[in-house]
T-cell receptor
Framework: AQRVTQPEKLLSVFKGAPVELKCNYS??????LFWYVQYSRQRLQLLLR??SRESIKGFTADLNKGETSFHLKKPFAQEEDSAMYYC???????????????FGSGTQLTVLP | GAGVSQTPSNKVTEKGKYVELRCDPI?????LYWYRQSLGQGPEFLIY????????DSGLPNDRFFAVRPEGSVSTLKIQRTERGDSAVYLC??????????????FGPGTRLLVL
């Protein structure tokens, strides 16, 4: 069974400080990993995915298969980064199989002025 | 164009009643997903449609839950004999296809269901 763990429910940092949101997963194969973000009173939206190896809004995340982790990092946090962040996993599937996401329980990030 | 829409945004019902939740996916999206999000938790998968058919309903908690997508577009999640434990935010997501890696799921705003 696949599982995503986000050990921190709440995380507070000061503006300009580095931030790291932790995500660990359990899956026996090679999954796809994602970070979704939900800003206050907005819908859940994709922030980034590991296969794209991109930086979005200054955030990056590296898939570490040895540690089964996909931590989200930003070197200098901004107040507008305050939001709920969810790590999610999708198992690779054959054609026609379901491609649902398995989410962690989320981390509420607050960036203080 | 418009994103995924869900109606109603809020629904309050009494224990034992029947409810229907509606999802309008992004036009042209063939894959549609329902998730349920309880307080303090991440979304949990309920059911997935590819076109008109339910390709995977393994996440439905019991036979009180049922979903349809008769024309391959709008979907309705139906809950019979509601229980207080059904109270949650029900999220709908759609994507262009489920079989291609990297296809983003776009989420709706959710329906907040409260069973009294």
């Amino acid at each position: 069974a696949q599982r995503v763990t986000q050990p921190e429910k709440l995380l507070s940092v000061f503006k300009g400080a580095p931030v790291e949101l932790k995500c660990n997963y359990s899956y026996s194969g090679s999954p796809e990993l994602f970070w979704y973000v939900q800003y206050s009173r907005q819908r859940l939206q994709l922030l980034l995915r590991h296969i794209s190896r991109e930086s979005i809004k200054g955030f990056t995340a590296d898939l570490n298969k040895g540690e089964t982790s996909f931590h989200l990092k930003k070197p200098f946090a901004q107040e507008e980064d305050s939001a709920m962040y969810y790590c999610a996993l999708r198992a690779p599937g054959s054609s026609g199989s379901a491609r649902q996401l398995t989410f962690g329980s989320g981390t509420q990030l607050t960036v203080l002025p | 164009g418009a994103g995924v829409s869900q109606t109603p945004s809020n629904k309050v019902t009494e224990k034992g009643k029947y409810v229907e939740l509606r999802c309008d996916p992004i036009s042209g999206h063939t894959a549609l997903y329902w998730y349920r999000q309880s307080l303090g938790q991440g979304p949990e998968f309920l059911i997935y449609f590819q076109g008109t058919g339910a390709a995977d309903d393994s996440g439905l908690p019991n036979d009180r839950f049922f979903a349809v997508r008769p024309e391959g577009s709008v979907s309705t999640l139906k809950i019979q004999r509601t229980e207080r434990g059904d109270s949650a935010v029900y999220l709908c997501a759609s994507s262009l296809t489920s079989v291609t890696q990297g296809k983003t799921q776009y989420f709706g705003p959710g329906t907040r269901l409260l069973v009294l």
